[in-house]
């Protein structure tokens, strides 16, 4: 008998860490320490190392990270900052906070990820950083953003790459200073809201922590005009829990990736995703594209199947950023994309039961709407 399927499932993983969060918290609850605890910092070392750069600062969410890193590689009110089309609109908002705009560039057809050949024509002489989105799991193309970029500081949004490595380096070491999430749904979750910034950059971590500390370093010592966001001991205990399994969890979420690729290989209409070469993804969300999309969807959803679209509008199309003044038609990748892609369920602890499952049923909705050939790609 076929049972719903999510489109993630938490409750698999609380299962594996429930006893040892328990204990962990039962610590921080004796000792009250809820505000830099000593899990905070155990934390933030056990991050850094795992995304192989010398400092982490534990954040509040992940769109107070993106915004602490932009401040911290100097982004301010009247800069432009570079992003792709293609990306959910925290990446523009932590840009808008500081008060300068978000420009935006069309992203590669094949991946979604930011196009380096369109960067350059979007430079000005008000540019003061650029970030590539590690989008999906994967891991942009940084090295050749970083080319175009010059004296332009690189700062990565890693939200949803966690342990991604291109070319054996983690997502999050590969700019000047990286933002990243742990928004329970993210591949390393929190238990609420989370976040984190990493840099190689001593200096430049120091800056961030005053600022995201009420711009002092000491207690009452206001430098500078700051911002309360910092990284709760609670949700410090459930990452250090979940931070023990993530290579093992990511390693679940590529071997089910490769399980859908197999199972898809003879689906017509649907176009798989595959990685780009000197990739190792982690599958934060599997997207594959089809034509007549949104009935596809409504038929997985009557079907049981949690499928999503990861995003449906992108940045400039929202009701949000209509001021930016890009109509339809800016950024015709994207907008593409925007209409074909599909988000299927994907999460370490999908069974190959499952995945067969949601793909019959894709089959199934494929051939009642009269899908036949694959989305071709845009030129
Ligand atoms: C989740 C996410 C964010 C924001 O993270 P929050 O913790 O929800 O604030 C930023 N950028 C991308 C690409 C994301 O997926």
Redesign the pocket.
Known sequence: MNTAIPLVDLAAQQKEIHEEVMAGLDEVFATTAFIGGKPVGEFERAYAEATDVAHCVGVA??????ELALRGVGVRAGGEVIIPAN??V??AE?ISRIGAVPVLVDVDDEHLLIDPDLIAAAVTGRTQAIVP?H?FGQVAPVERVLEVAGDIPVVE?A??SQGATRFGRFAGSLGAVA?T???PG?NLGAAG???AVTTQDGEMAGRIRVIASHGSARKYDHEVVGMNSRLDTVQAVVLNAKLRRLAGWNERRREAAARYATLLADVDGVRAPRSAEGNVDVWHLYVVRVAERDAVLRSLNEAGIGAGIHYPTPVHLTRAYADLGLERGSFPVAEQAADQILSLPLYPHITQAQQEQVVAALRAAVAAHGVRTEVSTAS
């Open positions: 969410n992940g769109t107070d990270a993106v990306t959910f925290a990446t932590a989105v989008l949004d939200a949803q933002g999430s742990f928004y993210k809201d989370a976040g």
